[in-house]
């Protein structure tokens, strides 16, 4: 039976703000951030789903509470959702380490799955995570829509493994997940599609 995954990254951050990972620290939303998130709840008022799954983080969690709240739907937790463990890289700007590694810092644009940061989660290992949690998700709301609040690597992972891309992939085919834009995904029976990628919500 067919389920629709509205997949939406959480708000803004300070520190992706400064554009430093965030990772697995539990980092809190900006301003801007929570107004992002008052946008996404005004969009679930607009578009009714009938369940909204989040990761286990605080930024992810505060993103869904708006939605939540208008729709009177408590949100469900999903730790299979969280972003991946950047390891060296988590508080820090890719230039950052770049300064200090730039061999490593290369060989990661290159190939994200092949040459992992050092100390972070394979990225193949987070790929199989998150689509094993979107798929968990779909087969409890079978027919339905969800609501998906996560984080940009994970999600943009999760994608690649649900669309036979190569995980190594996910930067170049996947560049961006915008903070709370829309991007519909379409499970039927052992199939998936991807409708729209980085819809905005408001």
Not at 2 to 31: C, F, K, P
Not at 68 to 95: D, H, I, K, N, Y
Not at 132 to 137: E, K, S
Request: aromatic share 4%; with cysteine.
């Amino acid at each position: 039976m067919r389920t629709t995954l509205l997949l939406a990254r959480h708000g803004q951050t300070v520190w992706h703000a400064e554009n430093r990972y965030a990772g697995v620290s539990d980092v809190a939303l900006t301003g801007t951030g929570r107004a992002q998130a008052e946008a996404l709840g005004r969009w679930a008022a607009a578009h009714p789903v009938d369940a909204v799954w989040t990761s286990t983080l605080s930024r992810a969690i505060a993103t869904a509470e708006p939605a939540c709240r208008v729709l009177s739907l408590t949100p469900r937790r999903e730790p299979g959702l969280c972003e991946c463990s950047f390891g060296a890289l988590e508080g820090r700007t890719l230039a950052e380490f770049a300064a200090e590694d730039p061999e490593r810092a290369a060989a990661f644009l290159a190939d994200p799955a092949a040459h992992p940061l050092p100390g972070a989660e394979d990225p193949r290992a987070a790929a199989a995570r998150g689509a094993d949690a979107l798929r968990r998700i779909a087969a409890a709301h079978p027919g339905g829509r969800v609501l998906v609040v996560a984080h940009s690597t994970l999600l943009r992972l999760a994608l690649c493994t649900l669309l036979s891309i190569p995980p190594g992939e996910y930067r170049r085919v996947f560049p961006r997940l915008h903070n709370v834009a829309i991007s519909e995904l379409r499970l039927d029976e052992g199939s998936v599609g991807l409708l729209s990628l980085n819809v905005p919500c408001v």
